[in-house]
C-alpha cells in the first residue's frame, strides 16, 4: 500500500510542479519579451523549464509504473478506458508543442555558457504562445484523468 500510495502521490505532486514550472517559464518568456537582455529573467525561465522537465520524467516514470505495474488496477483498465487515451493524447500534445521550446532554451543554455545570450526577439511570442498552449493543456489533463480513474468510458 505504501508504494502505491507513495507513485500516486508523487504523480499528483509533478502535476503541482509542472503546472507551476511551465507557468513561472511563461511569465519570465513575457518579461524577455519586454526587455529582451534581462539576463536575471532568462536565469530564472532556465531554472524553470528545468523543473518543467524534471515534473515531465516524473509524470512518465511515475505514469508508468502506475499503468503496467499492477499496483493499483491491471493494464487493461487504461488500455480500454477511452479517457486514458484522452490524457495520454493531451500528454503527447504537450509534448509536441515543447520541441521548439526545448531546442531553444538547450541552445540559450550552450550560448549562455559562452558569454551574453543574443535572446531571439521574434520566437519570443511564438513562445509565449506555445508555452500558454501547454499551460491550459496541463490544465485539461486532470480531469481527464479524474474521469478515467472513476471508470468513465468516452467509448
Known sequence: ??????????HVLALALG??????????LRDLVRAPDDAAALGKLLVADNLWGVAALLWIATGLGRAFGRLEKTPDFYLRNGFFWVKMGLFALVLALEILPMA???????????????VSGARLPLLVRLNDLEVALV?????????????????
Not at 1 to 10: E, T
Not at 104 to 118: D, E, H, K, N, Y
Open 1 to 10: 500500500m505504501i508504494v502505491r500510495a507513495s507513485l500516486s502521490a508523487l
Open 19 to 28: 503546472l507551476g514550472s511551465v507557468f513561472a517559464r511563461g511569465r519570465r
Open 104 to 118: 531553444t532554451f538547450i541552445r540559450w543554455r550552450i550560448a549562455r555558457s559562452r558569454g551574453p545570450v543574443p
Open 139 to 155: 490544465v485539461l489533463i486532470p480531469f481527464a484523468a479524474a474521469l478515467m480513474a472513476r471508470g468513465a468510458w468516452l467509448f
